[in-house]
């Protein structure tokens, strides 16, 4: 065994008027226009995530403003340890972990049940990250063994501070019932508050953290769906925080006002454009091909800007472990993807249905997708419904061409698994996030999770990737980096150079001065 320590703008505006928040409470604003749900294994929205990195802790975590995979530290495990052939892996908890509002001390109870929970198709998005955990087992009230199948790529990752990793209470799951989704009890610097609906909710200090109480007393999470708002809101002082606009420009307009900072962080959200192969026309090849041609990707990174926007390489993001780029078409060809389509059967065009999230950010970019395709005759009607909404009606397998943006743990096989294997196709008992019934790569990805020859990995995830964009399941379309302004009195307690919960960690460190 080797041993490892590791309503209108204006009126919506003026709704926050009113005295400045006392020192020691931090107003965050979201372009949301509510909460979807705070527990972790099934929160997968961007309002959603930053939450869960505020109220729970993985066994290890990644430092605060790190997206490193090789930077993993303890968190709830104070060490562990792997067999040779890494099937087997012990952990080693913190004594004295307290849950929030009086639920008990951290056991290994809460640890097994939390990682059976995380790998249940019913009661988390993230199952089949988990397939290969054979069986995870309390040796003592605070020792883990996870046993394997196969080995994991990067099985750490799995156990960290983020998606499935996140630990809950047992007992307050139980009690709770469906009320854990808004009332989650984890062991994070702050705890869940009070909930307005479709206005705020709060998070509390946890005076009992393990690593020291916080020197916050309070989080205000604000849902201000209207850009234009928040703008106005973040400026007249009664946010601190905000989750930004995805485009240069109001990057370079924030950074112009004084006592504003903006940070440009990781990991890029991939933003992928899939279509259901199930749904005619889309079930040929020949009228995917036509849309690929007509779609000009280098507009999206011009429309954003270069400051926020990388052109996509591949189907999954730059950044993951296996990313291998691909031979994609950079430039649209209108009249060439009219000539297809005719050559398709088509030649009066065709009409696709798109759902689409009335997120601002999202929304837009859909909008220049929709302008693309209608030089090339192909009529994309949008669906605009609440994000909320979006999420569920894609989940239904309800709409013929999926937006998606993304950001997953940094190892291919998490974001192809989760994206173009058969297993997490929607509508199926295991459903992910497999908008396009994908199934041309299950092999490649299946044999790279079990390959223990780094190398012989690396060449499987590239095939995984090369067959998927032959098969045209999804189109890249760009990688979009996050944006979140703050007030120069706030200090996180480290530097925001990414964040894995798609906004900034507030911990026990972060602070806010008058």
Known sequence: ???????????????????????????????????GQIDPHKSTTTQDKPMTGWVFNGLVRFPPGSDDLGSLEPDLAES???????????????????????????????????????????????????????????????TVKITLSAPVPSLLGLVANYHGGNIVSKKAVEELGADFTLKAIGTGPFMVGEYSPQESITFDANPDYFRGAPKL??????????????????????LDVMYGRQDQQWIERMRGLDGITVDVVRPAELQNIHFNMTMAP??????????????????????????????????I???NLGFAPQDLIEKGDPEKAKEMLAEAGYPDGITLKMIQTSLPSMLSIAQVLQAQL?????????????HQTFHANIRKDLSQVVYYSAARFPVADVYLTQFF???????????????????????????????????KQLELWKAAQEKIVAELCAVPLHEQLLAWAKHDNVDYGYDLEAAMHLGPIINENTTISE
Request: aromatic share 8%; charged share 25%; hydrophobic share 40%.
């Open 1 to 35: 065994m080797r041993h490892l320590l590791l309503g209108s703008t204006v009126a919506f505006a003026l709704a926050f008027a009113g005295p400045a928040l006392a020192e020691g409470v931090l107003s965050v604003g979201m372009a949301a226009p509510d909460i």
């Open 80 to 142: 562990w340890e792997k067999s040779d052939d890494g099937l087997e892996w012990t952990f080693h908890l913190r004594d004295g972990v307290q849950f929030h509002r009086g639920y008990g001390e951290l056991t290994a109870e809460d640890v097994v049940f939390s990682l059976e929970r995380a790998a249940n198709p019913d009661t988390s998005s993230f199952s089949g990250d988990y397939a290969a955990f054979e069986k995870i087992e309390a040796l003592d009230d605070k």
């Open 217 to 238: 007393d309070q989080i205000v999470y604000r849902f201000i769906p209207s850009d234009s708002a928040r703008d106005l809101a973040m400026q007249s002082g009664e």
């Open 282 to 315: 889309l079930d040929d090849h020949a009228v995917r091909e036509a849309i690929a041609t007509a779609m000009d990707r280098q507009q999206y990174v011009d429309f954003l800007g270069d400051a926020i926007a990388e052109p996509a390489q591949s189907i």
């Open 317 to 319: 993001p730059a950044g």
């Open 374 to 386: 209608a030089e090339a005759g192909i009529t994309l009607d949008l669906e605009v419904v609440d």
């Open 421 to 455: 294997h058969s297993r997490s196709t929607v509508g199926t008992p295991t459903a992910a996030t497999n908008f396009s019934h994908c199934d041309a790569a299950d092999d490649e990805i299946d044999a790279a999770r079990v390959e223990q020859d780094t190398e």
